[in-house]
């Protein structure tokens, strides 16, 4: 079975400082990726996703992550926080096979992600 | 293109008491998921549909059930409703059931159980 494992529950940044969320996942075949973003009282939605073509994958609003099979991540950053960043991220996980009907998101526990002024 | 829409947006229960949550896909979108989200546990998987048959199922109890119609709209029931239902549930829709295609997800119905 997959799982991911987020590193630190809370992350706090200054405006402008570098945002590194960890994500390391766990999968007995090759997975797909996913980070989503939370903010208060919505719904998620999607940063970015890995589906084995490029191991570096750009997101929206200036975030990346990077695929390292051999280090079993994919950490998000982003070059410099803004306070609009503050919200809560989820690192996901979807393997399976079609035509087993095995299908579903395993989520990380979340990182909520602070900016200070 | 309109997003996934979920009603109610906000429910208050009773005990006991048993209720439906109704998921609208993105327009041609055949894949419907639902999960559950709780401080306690996390975002969880309950089940998922696809042209109206469920594919798969998460670890929650048999109370917790869904159905998917023609139009792809999606509804989940929870019956005999207990404290720990108390939760956002999200609905997410996709093209298909493939696993590398992108769930978009709703705003949720929060429940909470009194």
């Known amino acids: 079975a997959q799982s991911v494992t987020q590193l630190g529950s809370h992350v706090s940044v200054s405006e402008g400082a570098l945002v590194l969320l960890r994500c390391n996942y766990s999968?007995?075949?090759?997975?797909?990726l996913f980070w989503y973003v939370q903010y208060p009282n919505q719904g998620l939605q999607l940063l970015l996703k890995y589906t084995s073509a490029a191991t570096l994958v750009k997101g929206i609003n200036g975030f990346e992550a990077e695929f390292k099979k051999s280090e079993t991540s994919f950490h998000l950053t982003k070059p410099s926080a803004h306070m609009s960043d503050a919200a809560e991220y989820f690192c996901?996980?979807?393997?399976?096979?079609?035509?087993?009907?095995?299908?579903?998101?395993?989520f990380g526990s979340g990182t909520r992600l602070q900016v200070q002024p | 293109k309109a997003g996934v829409t979920q009603t109610p947006r906000y429910l208050i229960k009773t005990r006991g008491q048993q209720v439906t949550l109704s998921c609208s896909p993105i327009?041609?979108?055949?894949?419907v998921s639902w999960y559950q989200q709780t401080p306690g546990q996390g975002l969880q998987f309950l089940f998922e549909y696809f042209s109206e048959t469920q594919r798969n199922k998460g670890n929650f109890p048999g109370r917790f059930s869904g159905r998917q119609f023609s139009n792809s709209r999606s509804e989940m029931n929870v019956s005999t409703l207990e404290l720990g239902d108390s939760a956002l549930y999200l609905c997410?829709?996709?093209?298909?059931?493939?696993?590398?295609?992108?769930?978009?997800f709703g705003p949720g119905t929060r429940l909470l159980v009194l």
């Open positions: 997410a829709s996709s093209r298909g059931a493939i696993e590398k295609e992108t769930q978009y």
């Open positions: 996901a996980v979807s393997v399976g096979l079609w035509d087993t009907g095995r299908r579903a998101l395993t």
């Open positions: 999968s007995s075949v090759p997975p797909y």
């Open positions: 327009s041609g979108h055949r894949s």
